[in-house]
Structure formats: C-alpha cells, structure tokens
C-alpha cells in the first residue's frame, strides 16, 4: 500500500525528467539549427555541399564566430562566411585583418536587409531579386557558360565601387554590357587590404534542399573546393561588439535585473503562502455503487447483441400470459389454449391472432419484435387505450 | 512553517530600493530579499508551538441520517503565550463538516470551545480526520502549523423514513384489540375485560353470567396475544449491498426492519435483532431486561444498525440459522429482510429454510427495484424492448423464486423501498388479527 503510494507520488515527475531527457537529447542530436551550417541536416542547412567537400579531401572545419578565427588565416584557406548579420564594421575591419592572407573570403548574403558593402568596406548595394532563373554570363573562371542558378536571393549592385568588380549571373542576360556591375555573384579581386572576396546572393542554391539542382552543386564545389583547408564561419551575436553577452543576464537590461530578482522571489513567497493547505486532505473508503437494476440491463444488452429475437419476444409472451391469467381468474399456470380462449372471449379479438401474439416466439426482424411487442402490450391493457 | 499574505507586499515593496538606487540595484535586490528571509526565519522562531495546547473532543454525538448535529473542542492553552491564529477541525467528506475553520485566538492558561456543525451523508460512525492548528508569529510575516490526532466520530444512524406510517399503523394496531374475539376462543386470544355491549358486537362475545349479574348486557373483550417473539433477520451480504434508488438495500431493509419493530413492540411483541452475512454482525435482543420501554428498545435497534454496512461476501444462512435457533425453541415470527436474488436464495437460503419453517413462522421481505419495472413498461425503441424482456424474464425468475420459498410455507413481501415498510407492517397486523403468531 505504502509502495503503490509512493510509486504513485513519484511517477509522474520521474516521466516528467524522462519525457524533457528525452527532448534535450532530440533537440542536441539535430546539430546546429543555425542556416548554412556545416552541420546543420535541415532543408536551410549545409551539410550536403560540407559533406562533399570533405569527401573530395578538403578540410573542413566550423568555425564559431567570426572572433574565433585564429589571429592571422596563413595561405591555402578559403573562408565562408554564412551572414553578415552580426558583422558591423568594426567586426568587418577585424575579420577582414584576419583573413588578409587566405586564398579566398567567401560570403553568403541571404536577405537584401543584409548589409554586406558596409561591413566589408564595399560599396555594394543590395536589392530584392525579380527574375526567375539566372545564367553566368561572366568572365570569372569558375562560372562556366550555361552554368543556371534556378534560386536565388539577392541581386547585388557594385556599380559605383572602385574595387576590381566581376559580376556573374546579371539579372538578365547582357545587363552588364552598358559597364553595370550586378548580379548574383560578385568577385572583388584581391588587393592589399583583402584576399579576393567573393559575395554570393544565392544561399538557398547551396542550402541541402536545393543544392542538386542545375549547376548548384558545382558552383558550390569551384567556389568554397579551391583550396586545402575550408573555415566556415558560422556567425555568432557574440562578433558584433568586444564585450559579447556570455548569458541571460547579459542580454537583459543592467536595471532589471534585480527587479527580476525581487519579482521571483515574490512569485517564491506567493507559491508558498497560497501553496500550504491548511491540514491535510480527508480522504475516506467509499462504497462500491452498483445498480440492483444492473444485471436486468446486462441481460438486455445481451439480447440485443445477439440480435436474440425469440428469447426476448418469448420472455415478453411469458410475462404478459402471466398477468393476462391472473387477470382472467386462471391460475398461473394454466395451459395456453384455455388461456387464449379466455383472453379472446374477454377482448373479442380473434383467437388465431391472440394466439399468434400470445405464444409464437418468431419475429422476422427487430421491426416486427418491436410491433408485436406494443401489439401485446396492448392486447394485455385492452382496447380501452 | 507557514508564509503569510504581508510577506509577499513585503518582497513587492523592494522594487522601490531598486528603483530608487538604480547603480548598487543589484546588490540593493540581495540585501532585501535577505532581510525578508531573515525576517520570516526571526518570526518562525518566536512563534509559540502549535503543540502547547491540549485539546479535547465532547463524546460522540448521535444523529439521525440527514440530520444536522454539532461537535465542539475544547482548547486550552497550556504553555505560556497568547495563541492567534487559525484552526480546522476536519472531518471525513461524508461526515458533511461545515464550518469547520476557526478563528485562534487562544490567552494562555484559558479554555475556549470551537463547535462545528456536521450533516452526515451517510450512515455508520464517520471519523474525524485530525485538528489543524496554525499558529501566527509576532511579526504577522509567518508562522508554525500542527495537525494534532483528536479522537472523535458522529455515528450516524438510520433515517427511519417510514416513521411518518408509525401513527397510523399503531391506530390500525388499537382497533385490533377487542376485535380478535371474532375467532373462537382459545389459544391465540387473551382474555381482556368486561364491558357494555354497544350495537355492532358480536352476540358471541356476550358474557351472559356477567350480564346475569348486573342490568345490562356485557360482552367480553379480548387483546391480541402478547409477548410473542419478532426475530428481524437484516442480510448484510453483497446482495444488500446494490442499490435502489440512492441507497443500497440493506437501508431500505432497515427502514422497514424498523417500522415493524416500534409497531411489534407497542403490541408488546418481543423484538430480537440479527443482523450478518457470514458472520454474526449484530445482535438486540430486547426481552432479556423487562424493564426496558417500547422506545429504549427501538434505540438499541437503531443503534445496533447504525455501524452495519452491507460486505460483499455471500450470505452463510446455515450461521444465520444457527443464530435464530440459539435465541428462542418458542415458536416465533422470523422475518428474513434479504433480496429476493434468484441464484442467492436457491443456493444459499432454500436449503437452510426446512429448519427454520418447523418451528417458526417465516417471512421473507425483499426490496424490490422500480427500475425493473420501469425498464419492463416501456418499449418506445428497440433497445427498450429488449430491455423490457430482459426486465421480464428477471421478474419471472423472482416469482419462481417466490413460489418456490412459498412452497416451503414462507411468505414472500416483494415490495420497492417506499412500499416495503408498510407491506411489511400490514402483513404482521394481518397475522396478529387472525392469531397466527
């Protein structure tokens, strides 16, 4: 008894740790959720073109943060950058120190509200993309003719820019022809300060749900393949700013802080002052309620599943020739044919059919059970109603 | 421990350091949130024990079902503080306590009574669960809670609904006296008194050597017998346990146990009581002292009721039997209040019954369900029908059973709750008319 209640005390939070054990394990099994991460299987994820770039010997590695970068990239490193969210341009001047000596700086540019120029000290404009589908069309080696990109995100405008500009995959073909630089892909080639960067408008292109479709693949593969050793930075809130928040408290506001402090500890007090019962609670054995009339209405819904007409209709008969005896001055058992010869006298109504309803047990369906029954009922509270 | 409501305006009240110092608010929160536990763990410690009091109950109140009674506790202080705080005298949920949180407020060394009314939904001795005592510190911000054990029950007896048929019955019960010289005289009939004859009398009854005597015509008049033998046997096996209507049979069967017994013993009957299943449950005997009166014996039959409750375990009729037969060798009128359950009563009462008709006159009173017979009137579907057959076939199988019991010279009062008294009281009115106790 003590056992079960114990158990009983227990169970519910012993599944509660179970179920959120459970959902912690499913929620860090899933690997990052962050978009273009290496690891990340999700549809917006990157782990098809990490994994392949792996297979084909280059060496990938996350990298977390921009800040995370070790101080100074040596040669024979490409670095992607999968947003240039948190980069402003101070965290902009900082990477790009770090990466000055790298093979190549690739950055992802997912949303025309991201401000890649300002960050990377570009003057690239970015705007909302209206086409469809978009063909190279460029002199950058690694986009070939006939190369398609079926989506894309952001068309990018470097035509004020002094850099060395190559843009590739202009909005419509000859676009570019009147000394306009835009397109989905900008190449701004190296020069003192940076390594050659490259600013992608099409991250869905290269995301697992899109990445083998038209020249996906292979552009991802010539853009980030190039060298030995590929660092994809996955930016974190923490690039922004020098002093980067570690925790809850340092996201809230300084001030409300202790006032949160003061409001749990209230929430503490009010759960412990509404939350003491006064005693325990009462509890006492009931009866057990059962029905007298219980097994009269199992016994009918026997009758009824087995569809057993004849039983039924045959204890009905038995009942009403028992009171329509009584009623005639027979004794109760008496034979059925001076029964019927009395009951027929009594009412008037033909012996054949006060017989037929008196002691023939057959009904063809439930329909003619039901009608004999009311027929009998009848014949037993006579023509009067 | 206890928190109290000033606590928490206490803790709220800190926002206004907080705000008000808004460099040092960190540590501004701490210190406050630490100077109200410092508080709250001050005020515990100087709150007097909820345990320094004595507490004690008045004895067990006795109610009828339905019935609103009051219980009080006595507290007094023994320690050397003024005790204020709150107190609950809690009760089982069936015992129907309301009101049952006081107000503490207890001097040292002082007495003080805390009453709590009580209206019982069900019969039999309902427990008091345990007194709570909260006790408030000095400081209003906590203090400390007991829940002290204090002894104590309400036994509920049985509501004797049918104690509304008590007058009328009696009445009926007077105009058999004088009246049983109908029948010839000898055993069955005692001789009374002598009075004038008034027209409607009958010529037999006539005295004609007191009448010789004096001027006018005498007829004698007789009462009914006298101190014959009730034995009331109440099952309290499972088969009383299913309920009719609200209640379950064997309260039904109590009702009319009861009505049969307060009319039995103004006729000057004696009245014993058994009561059980397997075993022998209760037992009332009401001629052992003569001296009790006809509404001392009615009590203890009430009494003896109050705590039985139907066990769901088949009724042992050869105890039950052995009981019977171990109270009187007298020829007596034994009324079994058991349902008339087909399977119950053939396996378990038919062969015990042989014993008890050779020396006694028995009759079996049973609480018959007006579901069944609401269930067998109405055929509006299909479903009704069949259950209408099915009611049938139950009503059938009981008047086997009747007339198999009526084979045996028992008679059969197959009655539903409300009828079942007053079937049962007419039924012995009509055996004392006829003499056949």
């Given amino acids: ?385 | 421990m206890i928190l109290r409501g000033p606590v928490l305006a206490l803790v709220l009240l800190g926002l206004v350091p907080v705000a008000a110092w808004p460099a040092s608010s960190r540590t501004v929160a701490f210190l406050w949130v630490l100077g109200v536990v410092v508080l709250v763990v001050a005020d515990v410690l100087l709150t007097p024990s909820p345990r320094s009091v004595t507490l004690s109950r008045s004895g067990v109140p006795q109610v009828r079902l339905d019935e609103p009674t009051t219980t009080t506790l006595t507290l007094t202080g023994t320690g050397s503080r003024h005790l204020r705080g709150h107190l609950r005298d809690a009760w089982v949920p069936s015992a129907g306590a309301a009101g049952e949180r006081h107000v503490l407020d207890l001097p040292a060394g002082e007495r003080r009574r805390v009453t709590t009314t009580l209206r019982p939904t069900r019969r039999g001795d309902r427990p008091a669960a345990g007194v709570t005592l909260r006790v408030h510190g000095p400081l209003g911000l906590a203090g400390r809670q007991a829940t002290i054990a204090v002894p104590g029950a309400v036994r509920v007896l049985p509501p004797f609904r049918s104690r509304r048929h008590l007058s009328s019955k009696l009445e009926q019960l007077r105009q058999l006296d004088g009246r049983a010289a109908v029948r010839t005289r000898g055993q069955g009939t005692e001789f009374d008194s002598l009075r004038d004859y008034v027209e409607g009398d009958d010529v037999r009854a006539i005295d004609w050597r007191a009448t010789a005597r004096r001027q006018h015509v005498v007829v004698r008049t007789w009462q009914p017998e006298r101190d014959r033998r009730l034995i009331l046997v109440l099952d309290t096996s499972r088969t009383s346990a299913a309920r009719v209507g609200d209640e379950p049979r064997l309260d039904a069967a109590m009702d009319a146990a009861l009505l049969l017994a307060a009319v039995a013993s103004h006729a000057g009957d004696r009245v014993d009581l058994l009561a059980g299943d397997r075993l022998v449950r209760a037992r009332v005997g009401s001629g052992a002292s003569t001296g009790t009166t006809r509404s001392a014996v009615l009590h203890r039959l009430v009494t003896a009721m109050a705590p039985l409750e139907p066990v769901l375990v088949e009724a042992d009729w050869t105890t039950l039997a052995g009981a019977v037969t171990a109270l009187t060798r007298r020829r007596s009128l034994v009324v079994l209040l058991t349902p008339l359950e087909p399977a119950a009563v053939e396996s378990g009462l038919l062969p015990v019954l042989p014993s008890l008709t050779a020396h006694h006159r028995v009759v079996v009173a049973s609480v018959a369900d007006p579901a069944v017979a609401a269930l067998r009137a109405d055929l509006s579907s299909l479903e009704a029908v069949y259950d209408a057959a099915a009611a049938e076939r139950t009503e059938a199988l009981r008047r086997r059973t009747a007339a198999g019991l009526g084979a045996l010279g028992v008679t059969v009062v197959d009655e539903p709750p409300e009828r079942l008294p007053v079937a049962l009281v007419d039924h012995y009115l009509a055996l004392k008319a006829r003499g056949l106790l």
Avoid: K
């Fill in chain 1, 1 to 385: 008894m003590t056992r079960v209640r114990t158990l009983r005390r227990w169970a519910p939070w012993v599944l509660l740790a179970l179920a959120a054990a459970a959902l912690a394990a499913v929620l860090a099994g899933g690997g990052s959720g962050e978009p273009m991460g290496a690891d990340n299987p999700g549809r917006d994820g990157g782990r098809a073109l990490a994994r392949v770039l792996a297979a084909r010997g280059v060496d990938v590695q996350e990298v977390p943060g921009t800040a995370a970068l070790p101080d100074r990239v040596g040669p024979g490193t490409t670095v992607l950058v999968t947003h240039t969210s948190y980069l402003g341009p101070e965290s902009g001047e900082d990477l790009l120190r770090r990466v000055r000596d790298a093979d190549r700086l690739v950055v992802l540019v997912p949303g025309a509200e991201q401000d890649p120029g300002a960050a990377l000290g570009l003057d690239v404009t970015t705007t909302t993309p209206t086409g469809a589908r978009l063909l190279g069309a460029c002199p950058d080696p690694r986009v070939r003719d006939g190369d398609e990109v079926t989506v894309w995100d952001v068309q990018l405008d470097a035509a004020d820019a002094p850099e060395e500009v190559t843009a590739c995959f202009p909005p419509s073909p000859g676009f570019n022809a009147g000394g306009s630089r835009a397109g989905a892909l900008l190449t701004v080639a190296a020069d003192r300060d940076r390594p050659e960067t490259v600013l992608v408008g099409f991250p869905s292109a290269l995301s697992n749900d899109a990445v083998d479709e038209g020249a996906h693949a292979a552009l991802g593969l010539r853009l980030l393949g190039g060298s030995d050793r590929l660092l994809w930075v996955v930016p974190q809130p923490g690039d922004a700013g020098t002093a980067a928040p570690q925790g809850l408290w340092d996201v809230l506001p300084p001030s409300m802080t202790p006032a949160v402090i003061v409001l749990a500890a209230a929430a503490l007090v009010l759960a412990l002052w509404r939350g003491r019962r006064l005693g325990p609670v009462v509890v006492e054995p009931l009866p057990a309620v059962v029905h007298a009339a219980q097994t009269t209405r199992s016994r009918g819904r026997l009758y009824r599943e087995a569809r057993d007409r004849r039983h039924a209709l045959a204890a009905l008969q038995a009942g009403a020739r028992h009171r329509l005896a009584a009623r005639t001055g027979l004794p109760p058992r008496a034979d059925p044919d001076s029964l019927v010869r009395a009951v027929a006298a009594a009412t008037g109504r033909p012996a054949p059919e006060v017989r037929r309803l008196l002691t023939d047990p057959t009904a063809a369906d439930d329909a003619a059970l039901v009608t004999t029954a009311r027929e009998l009922r009848s014949l037993e509270e006579g023509p009067s109603r």
